[in-house]
């Protein structure tokens, strides 16, 4: 069964903070519909206080290898919470409103980190209920965000057990951010808690999301 039920030719928009978290949070799943015929686009709206060069080669290349069909780092991206709504909905030619895309995914809320609370914020509101909504949207956390404990609840599972090696080789595409076991970013850390994922949902691996809105 195709991702969320999404037919070949649908796209799909994935909002990051950084370059990374896209891989991080949701690289199965990236790998999974691109495999299927989804056309995946992956935006990072602005990246503060990163070396640009080394990140946007990792980028590039870790989104490659996932299979996606564009991407974009816009360091250009206002830092104005209103603003940064505007600019997500028709800043880039990844806008909402000039893609419109099926499926949104975007950090989920709770997180630690100012940059992603930020980002879920401004994408948020950006997907609100109008003309150009995507009928999906959903929230994914990366292994960072597992601590405190999240409020909200990921209840929606995917099987990523056939797209993790290629989520494992795109993650081999960030060297600058991976860390040594027991951290968070740590690949044998990463693989647990795919594993605890898909042993709630009965499958080998699984990354979990955050449901906003599910209209199919």
Not at 145 to 161: F, G, K, L, N, Q
Not at 175 to 191: A, K, N, W, Y
Request: aromatic fraction near 4%; proline fraction near 10%.
């Amino acid at each position: 069964m195709p991702v969320f039920g999404l037919p070949t030719g649908s796209h799909a928009l994935i909002i990051a903070p950084h370059p990374d978290d896209e891989t991080l949070g949701a690289g199965g799943t990236i790998a999974r519909l691109a495999r299927e015929g989804v056309r995946v686009h992956v935006l990072v709206p602005g990246a503060p206080g990163i070396d640009t060069d080394l990140r946007a080669k990792e980028f590039d290349s870790a989104c490659h290898t996932l299979g996606a069909a564009d991407h974009l780092i816009s360091p250009s991206a206002p830092t104005d919470p209103y603003d940064l709504v505007g600019f997500i909905e028709s800043g880039t030619r990844m806008g909402l409103d000039r893609l419109a895309p099926d499926l949104l995914l975007l950090p989920a809320a709770g997180s630690h980190h100012h940059d992603h609370r930020r980002i879920h914020e401004a994408a948020l509101a950006a997907s609100r209920p109008r003309s150009e909504a995507p009928g999906i949207v959903l929230g994914y956390r990366g292994p960072d965000d597992h601590w405190p404990e999240p409020s909200e609840p990921a209840r929606i599972s995917v099987d990523i057990t056939r797209t993790r090696s290629v989520k494992y080789k795109a993650l081999d595409c960030y060297t600058s951010q991976l860390r040594p076991d027991p951290h968070p970013r740590s690949l044998p850390r990463i693989h647990a808690v795919e594993n605890t994922a898909g042993a709630r949902a009965g499958v080998e691996a699984a990354e979990q999301f955050c449901a906003y809105r599910m209209v199919v």
